[in-house]
């Protein structure tokens, strides 16, 4: 990131690799740019929100951060290749030492537990999809406000034979262990004002107020103290901390690369055949298929 100028009102816009970093005044906004990928979180997007998290920590003028995506969509989560991991660091380890696991907690454990740790309010502003990690990246923060025409996924279950993603946030944003169970089990998609009855987001507003009432909500926020806020952030987080949350994230890779190596949930993998297939897709594909008494064939 380049250093910042000194503190004003006006709007400075940084373009990096993936995302797009914008400060103005008390907010600043990371705007996932990558439309043409689904906003699929590659490595580069990883790292780029990473650093923009970093400069918005340090940045005293900032008081709120959006997070917010260009294109149809949200988030589509992992980015998927054509022959399995589209992760450089993934084929790397690999080859190194027959597992994933130290590049998943690099990757998406690390950086999902500094969005929660991220000690200013954070407000996520979600249209389209959001899809498998993509759902960290929308559910994870302080506040989130939703299109109605937004929906959530994690379809990593069906269409994986995975626990989930590498961090299980899911038992602690539903805070209902029934509902949290359906919702990975079956590759639930969850619209909007089903989110919201289930308490997932803050808001469902018409697509085309999304951005005002954001907006709004940021510009309200930032009303108070940033030393007030963080204080603020800080006992709500230590009250999920005190539930256990921070170990259970890191416990959920720990699965996931475990799971990932048993012969049944590779054998599901084979299915998807040579050119690997979205989970979702795939997951819909395999629950068709059973609904109709195809399954097996």
């Not at 989130?144 to 937004?150: L, V, Y």
Request: glycine share 8%; aromatic share 8%; net charge negative.
């Amino acid at each position: 990131m380049t250093d910042r100028p000194d503190a004003t009102d006006e709007k400075v816009t940084t373009e990096l690799e993936a995302v797009i970093y914008e400060r103005e005044g008390p907010i600043a906004r990371i705007i996932l740019n990558q439309p043409e990928k689904a906003n699929a979180q590659s490595s580069a997007m990883v790292r780029d929100v990473e650093a923009c998290l970093d400069d918005a920590e340090r940045d005293y003028d900032v008081r709120v951060l959006i997070l917010k995506a260009n294109g149809r969509g949200f988030c589509s989560g992992h980015l998927i290749g054509r022959e399995g991991t589209a992760y450089a660091e993934f084929r790397e380890a690999q080859e190194k030492v027959g597992s994933a696991w130290k590049p998943q907690f690099d990757l998406f454990v690390w950086p999902v537990l500094h969005l929660w740790e991220f000690p200013k309010p954070v407000i996520a502003q979600v249209h389209g999809y959001a899809i498998g990690g993509g759902t960290y990246f929308a559910l994870l923060p302080d506040i989130t406000i939703a299109s109605d025409d937004a929906y959530f996924q994690m379809p990593l279950v069906q269409g994986l034979g995975l626990p989930g993603g590498e961090t299980m946030i899911e038992p602690w944003v539903f805070m209902n262990w029934k509902r949290a169970a359906e919702y990975l089990y079956t590759a639930q998609t969850l619209s909007a004002d089903e989110a919201f009855e289930m308490g997932l987001v803050n808001h469902v507003v018409p697509r085309a107020e999304l951005e005002s009432t954001v907006e709004a909500m940021a510009a309200q926020i930032a009303l108070a103290p940033m030393s007030t806020l963080m204080a603020t952030k800080t006992l709500i987080k230590r009250a999920w901390e005190l539930m256990g949350l921070r170990l259970h994230l890191q416990m959920s890779n720990d699965l996931v690369a475990l799971t990932g190596a048993h012969t049944d949930v590779r054998k599901l993998h084979e299915g998807m055949g040579p050119v690997r297939i979205p989970p979702r897709q795939w997951a819909a594909k395999r629950l068709g298929d059973a609904g109709s008494g195809d399954a097996g064939q």
